[in-house]
């Protein structure tokens, strides 16, 4: 298997039968230090904060105006915020420049991923 396969293996997201059974979140991955997580951002949000679900992935409400990254940056803030981590613990993965985005949560565990999407 080629090293390009073998990321894409480690790195799809939790839609088989075999996840999904587990008790995971549709979007979500659980690697041993930490959750890969779709997001949903909802830039420019009278209330900011993090829970609920859009499609699968988490919603993330910031007030920061969706102009040169300032909501990503807020988002990313208000991930690590939620989970109990540090800011460097939540890397960006894909969706720089989309609503939708997939995040690393290094620390993160996968409990506290359904209390927010159930919030």
Excluded: C
Aim: aromatic share 2%; net charge positive; proline share 4%.
């Amino acid at each position: 298997m080629s090293p390009a396969a073998a990321h894409r293996t480690r790195t799809t997201p939790a839609y088989g039968h075999s996840l999904v059974s587990a008790g995971l979140a549709p979007g979500s991955l659980v690697h041993t230090e930490g959750v890969r997580i779709t997001i949903r951002v909802r830039p420019g949000s009278a209330r900011p904060g993090v829970g609920g679900e859009h499609d699968g992935a988490l919603v993330v409400r910031v007030s920061a105006r969706a102009v040169n990254g300032q909501a990503t940056a807020a988002a990313l803030a208000a991930v690590a915020k939620a989970f109990g981590v540090r800011a460097h613990a939540v890397t960006l993965v894909a969706g720089a420049s989309s609503r939708t985005k997939i995040l690393d949560v290094a620390g993160a565990d996968s409990a506290t991923l359904d209390r927010l999407l159930a919030s």
